[in-house]
Antibody, heavy 116, light 107 residues
Framework: VQLVESGGGLVQPGGSLRLSCAAS????????MNWVRQAPGKGLEYVSA????????FYANSVKGRFTVSRDMSGNTLYLQMGSLRPDDMAVYYC??????????WGQGTLVTVSS | DIQLTQSPSSLSASVGDRVTITCRAS??????LNWYQHKPGKAPKLLIY???SLQSGVPSRFSGSGSGTDFTLTISSLQPEDFASYYC?????????FGQGTKVEIK
């Protein structure tokens, strides 16, 4: 199992960014997928989830209405479209696979910096 | 949202020590409680799921217990590679949440 995030970088407040998570080594369409973030010096924060079939999504209150999670089954890729970015969105963003109501595999993360 | 409170926030311990970290939930979560280890610059690692089930490949010195609102992660004999941050996480409600973390440092 391998999860590789990409797409992080520097963005101005109010800007947008799309994160990607390339999945391999397992049947991507069989698992719910998630995004979790860690702000500098802070703990882990659950951000978003999408069901295995892509029909059901979930967002933390802190990102609801600004972030959109999606998945491309043919490309085995998970996405997080982030908009109206704020300084408190600055964090390392991890994608993770869900099983048995837990997150059993995680990527190494991609850093999002929100600054003018 | 269900709040998870870990204690202590940090601790100093020596190799070979027995270490116990607790996690208290703001309401009952049955056994929907998981534990993760996180080292700087690395991917978090699942240690324990469903409160007490050891994830495949995780050393048996790690164990978890509890149900309802009170949970414990125990490392029976701390090893050099165990110095890291540890997080509990609940999946009882759709709004999954993490504890604030416990940093285990070398004494």
């Amino acid at each position: 199992v391998q999860l590789v995030e990409s797409g992080g970088g520097l963005v101005q407040p109010g800007g947008s960014l799309r994160l990607s998570c390339a999945a391999s080594g397992f049947t991507f369409s069989g698992y719910d997928m998630n995004w979790v973030r860690q702000a500098p010096g802070k703990g882990l924060e659950y951000v978003s989830a999408i069901s295995s079939d892509g029909v059901t999504t979930f967002y933390a209150n802190s990102v609801k209405g600004r972030f959109t999670v999606s998945r491309d089954m043919s490309g085995n890729t998970l996405y997080l479209q982030m908009g109206s970015l704020r300084p408190d969105d600055m964090a390392v963003y991890y994608c993770a696979r869900a099983i048995n109501w837990s997150l059993d595999y995680w990527g190494q993360g991609t850093l999002v910096t929100v600054s003018s | 949202d269900i709040q998870l409170t870990q204690s202590p926030s940090s601790l100093s311990a020596s190799v070979g020590d027995r270490v116990t970290i607790t996690c208290r939930a703001s309401q009952s979560i049955a056994t929907f409680l998981n534990w993760y280890q996180h080292k700087p610059g690395k991917a978090p690692k699942l240690l324990i799921y469903a409160a007490s089930s050891l994830q495949s490949g995780v050393p048996s010195r790690f164990s978890g217990s509890g149900s309802g609102t009170d949970f414990t992660l125990t490392i029976s004999s701390l090893q050099p590679e165990d110095f890291a941050s540890y997080y509990c996480q609940q999946s009882h409600t759709i709004q999954w949440t993490f504890g604030q973390g416990t940093k285990v440092e070398i004494k």
